[in-house]
């Protein structure tokens, strides 16, 4: 049985005028450097917008990075209300096995509420680091690395200090992140299946990794926006809403001024980060889950883009403005003419004819090597072979070690979409007789690969729009294992 659907609403009926979605929409798409995905809006409790840029589609996972983070907070204030948990708990108190490890006077007075606001002590990432001292065990080697100052008084982002609330989650309920999260906020927000990425011990990274819809980034938004109650019923204590969407964590430089201060300058919570205007939880490369307080909404979005700054941006010049404080009548064509322009949205197709002019046989069974001898944007890329079949032309692109193949057809149309492993949606073709450029869209996540093969000297580039943070082969990027909703 699918989750019931949020409830929907015309725009103006909510006190949305569309014509500022559309604006809205407009500047987004012309915005060189946003890819966007998905988009929903809701007020008061009722969704006004959404919409899905083709290929990308309402039902499909998408990767969301560092928002997961909001998801592992969320999980840690259902531990405190359990009574699980101490924020005033020295984080090493829940892992003994190594208090004869940890020697460092300001790592043994780290606080899960240190951990939890970013304010480790420590100055910076330290993930490599961390990785480095202790392979096995992230938390281990975090612990290990002495904070640069006491904890609680600097701010440093770091995914460490992330996945030792996670761990700490995992050791106090004796269950997976997705376990404890599925009967106390999963199913009764009415969200299904989700995909968590582990590290090699199979443990949810906590702080990255969780694939899920839009429409689950905009439930979780909307039950902090009515400060943790769903459908009558309370799920998330009203204090941990409100500890952890407020600012416990200085962000930006002392000396600049609050109308200079970008939205990563306004604060950190607890693995939510404060706003120009309300809060949001986000994630690399343009994963947003904004709520707005005074405006009683909430923004989800997923996207690819390098520059997020400009997405709150557009947002701010034309939502912002949009949401009046009571419906306006009269307002039915503007309510159609968004109604029609999210039905249709679409990503620009890539160029190119889905079959070389003149001499195609010159073609088959094509094989080429990286330029310059190496793929920079993916090391094990080794070789891109073109061959055509009886259903069209496919690129087969092949990964070291283990000679892995990635086959991709390429459909008459220029872009056909792929349930295999990973998910595609492949676009492009020929743009000369000895150009072929295949644009390939990793549907589960906000990366595009962009394949171009030269027949003159049979050779390849491939180079990433968004470059994927986790590593590993093509074949990874996408959902892990899927943990399907419970209860039929």
């Known amino acids: 049985m699918s989750a019931r659907p949020l409830p929907s609403s015309p725009p103006s009926a909510q006190g949305v005028d569309a014509t500022g979605v559309l604006a809205f929409l407009d500047a987004v798409e012309a915005a060189e450097a946003i890819e966007p995905h998905g988009l929903m809006i809701l007020r008061h409790g009722r969704v006004v917008a959404a919409g899905w840029w083709e290929p990308y589609t309402s039902d499909r996972l998408h990767l969301l990075y560092s928002l997961s983070k909001s998801f592992t907070s969320t999980a840690v204030g259902m531990a405190v209300a359990e009574g699980l948990i101490g924020l005033d708990d020295p984080v090493l108190s829940y892992f003994p096995e190594l208090d004869a490890d940890i020697t460092d006077p300001r790592s043994r007075a780290m606080l899960v509420r240190h951990v939890a606001a970013m304010a480790s002590g420590h100055r910076e990432e330290t993930y490599d680091r961390a990785h480095a001292l202790d392979p096995d065990d992230l938390v281990r080697g975090f612990l290990l690395l002495p904070p640069d100052r006491d904890p609680g008084t600097v701010f440093a982002y770091n995914q460490p200090a992330t996945f030792a609330l996670a761990a700490i989650v995992r050791r106090v309920t004796g269950e997976s992140l997705t376990s404890y999260l599925r009967p106390r906020l999963l199913d009764p927000l009415g969200i299904g299946e989700i995909a968590w990425l582990t590290d090699r011990s199979g443990r949810e990274l906590g702080f990255s990794g969780l694939h899920a819809t839009t429409d689950a980034i905009a ?13 009558g019923e309370r799920l998330l204590s009203e204090e941990w809403v409100a500890e952890a969407t407020r600012a416990h964590t200085a962000t930006a430089a002392p000396a600049t001024a609050e109308a200079d201060r970008t939205d990563w300058e306004r604060g950190y919570g607890f693995q939510f980060w404060r706003s120009r205007h309300g809060y949001r939880g986000d994630g690399a490369y343009g994963q947003f889950c904004v709520v707005l307080p005074e405006q ?19 947002a701010w010049e034309h939502l912002l403005p949009a949401f009046r404080p009571r419906p306006a009548a009269g307002r039915e064509d503007a309510d159609a003419a968004l109604a029609r322009r999210l039905a249709h949205l679409a990503l620009p197709p890539a160029p190119g004819a889905p079959a070389p002019p003149g001499r195609g046989d010159v073609w088959s069974g094509a094989g080429f090597t990286p330029r310059g001898g190496v793929c920079a944007d993916q090391p094990g890329l080794t ?34 979409t792929g349930e295999g492993s990973p998910p595609t949606a492949v676009g492009g073709g020929w743009t000369d007789a000895g150009t072929l450029a295949v644009h390939i869209v990793f549907l589960e996540t906000p990366h595009r690969l962009r394949v171009t093969c030269s027949l003159a000297d049979g050779t390849f580039t491939a180079r990433w729009d968004t470059t994927p943070l986790h590593g590993g082969p093509l074949r990874s990027l996408r959902a892990p294992r899927r943990t399907a909703r419970s209860g039929g």
């Open 296 to 314: 009683d909404a909430v923004l989800a979005m997923t996207a690819a883009t390098n520059d997020m700054q400009a997405v709150l941006s557009l």
């Open 219 to 231: 439930r979780l938004g909307q039950l902090y926006l009515d400060g943790g109650v769903w459908e």
């Open 383 to 416: 070789r891109a072979v073109v061959t055509e079949g009886t259903d069209g032309w496919t690129l087969t692109l092949v990964e070291q070690p283990g000679d892995r193949r990635l086959e991709l057809p390429l459909g008459s149309d220029g872009r056909r």
